[in-house]
Structures are given as C-alpha cells and as structure tokens.
C-alpha cells in the first residue's frame, strides 16, 4: 500500500512536533501563589530550571502542571539548616502552616 507524499510529510511533521514537545524545557500549566485569598502572582508555563521567587509572601501555592514542586521560604530556593523543603505534587495545592511562616519561592523536583 503506497502512502501520498503529503500525507508522509504530515505525519513527520505531527511526530517531529511530539518529539520537541517532549523535550521543552518548561511546564505546562501553572502555579499560583496567593496570601490568604488574594493571588499574589502566577506564573504560566514557568521553565523547570532554576530557582521561581514569589514577589510578595505567599500562604498557599496551586499547583497545575504536570511536574512536582519544592516550595521554600527563601528567597532563593535553598532549605535553612536543620529545615526542609515542602514538596507539592503535581495537580496540587498546599496551604502554610502557620507557625512555620510563608514561602517566598519554589524549583520543580527532579525526577
């Protein structure tokens, strides 16, 4: 059974379009972070490298992508000694305790 060229060089281009997909460095979706009830700020699509700082505290994070997160309460995602990051799954939300105090940024989790 003979394949059109058109149809052939569709299909490349669909799989070729997966395959790129799969290797973005970026999650897709988006974690919010709010104080009390009050969104403070979003970020859409964020890159997976590197340190997220929140401009403002933050009380509770949403969690929509399809990737884990640390949340820290640093500014620049390092765990003071003798404290640990809070890990927040994917599809997830996760409010502060409030003797602990509120997170001031996150990284995505390797996995």
Not at 13 to 37: E, F, I, M, P, R
Not at 92 to 108: E, I, L, N
Request: hydrophobic share 35%.
């Amino acid at each position: 059974m003979r394949v059109s060229r058109p149809l052939a060089a569709l299909a490349c281009v669909a799989l070729s379009g997966v395959g790129l997909a799969a290797c973005q460095d970026q999650a897709a979706g988006t974690v919010t972070g709010h104080n009390g009830v009050r969104p403070v700020q979003s970020f859409t699509n964020p890159s997976i490298g590197g340190c997220h700082r929140f401009r403002a505290d933050v009380t509770r994070v949403d969690n929509f992508t399809q990737n884990s997160i640390l949340l820290y309460k640093t500014p620049d995602c390092t765990a003071p000694k003798g404290k640990e990051s809070i890990y927040l799954n994917m599809q997830g939300s996760d409010v502060v305790v409030r003797s602990t105090g509120p997170w001031r940024s996150f990284s995505f989790a390797p996995e």
